[in-house]
């Protein structure tokens, strides 16, 4: 049983977070919300989202899993504005996707689950971490950008530095306390990450809110933040590329 009906401003929240990492994506539906655990191909990085059933206008889903290609719900954003609501239910016997705007109707055909296992989250011991809004983090990967492919994140005493070297050019943005929502650094901690991903990622977010970043020396990134106006929590892990 899965019955919801959703926001098209909530649904592309979702779907964007999803389609920074893979084309394919499987839901989760419990009565008690969504779950989507996902890697992306080359194992890089991983995205874990938690929708309580307040995400959505209606909401009625009793142990089902699916999955789909995420183009498909790419096209649906694209029938809709973001007031309008979409009604989704999922037809056992045809196993396809149903969604409702209005008077239109669209059915999308869902995937084999065989081997679609959920990946195993790892449980990471990240000792520094950093709150800040969405707009500053911005700033930092836009000025990184021109510079190099990767982007370092470092965590000392009352600060946060976003920085990127290249052959010849530099970047960097020095965050104080004052300037930070939240700050707690044991000791500096300092990792190199994939530009790429890590913009992506940010774009994911949207340009409002702040967004919680748990930092280690050379460990994985975890970044937190929330969704559906507070009633989804998004969670990325990126791995770190280990300086020489």
Do not use: C
């Not at 389609?19 to 419990?30: G, I, R």
């Not at 669209?106 to 989250?121: A, Q, R, W």
């Not at 104080?176 to 929502?181: C, N, T």
């Not at 970044?223 to 009633?231: E, P, Q, T, Y």
Request: net charge negative; charged share 30%; glycine share 8%.
């Amino acid at each position: 049983m899965f019955e919801i009906t959703v926001k098209m401003d909530v649904l592309k929240e979702i779907v964007g977070v999803v389609s920074t990492l893979v084309e394919e994506v499987k839901f989760n539906a419990e009565p008690e919300g969504i779950t989507i655990k996902a890697v992306d191909p080359a194992h890089v990085a991983m995205l874990v989202m938690e929708l309580k059933p307040e995400a959505f206008e209606k909401y009625d889903a009793k142990g089902l899993a699916f999955a789909i290609e995420v183009d498909k719900l790419k096209d649906l954003l694209k029938l809709g504005g973001g007031d309008d609501t979409v009604v989704m239910h999922h037809d056992e016997e045809k196993n396809r996707l149903v969604a409702n705007l209005g008077n239109l109707k669209k059915e999308m055909s869902l995937l084999d689950l065989t081997g679609m296992s959920d990946p195993k989250v790892p449980q990471l011991n990240l000792e520094a971490f950093v709150v800040l809004s969405v707009g500053e983090l911005g700033r930092g990967i836009k000025a990184s950008e021109s510079v190099s492919e990767h982007v370092a994140l470092s965590a000392e005493k009352d600060q946060f530095i976003i920085s990127a070297a290249g052959d010849r050019d530099s970047a960097e943005l020095v965050l104080g306390k004052d300037e930070l929502v939240e700050i707690n650094t044991p000791e500096s901690m300092r990792s190199l990450f994939s530009l790429d991903y890590f913009s992506s990622m940010v774009k994911a977010i949207g340009g409002k809110g702040d967004v919680k970043i748990f930092l280690g020396k050379e460990y994985p990134m975890k970044m937190v933040f929330s969704i559906a106006d507070g009633n989804g929590d998004v969670t990325y892990l990126l791995a770190p590329r280990i300086e020489e």
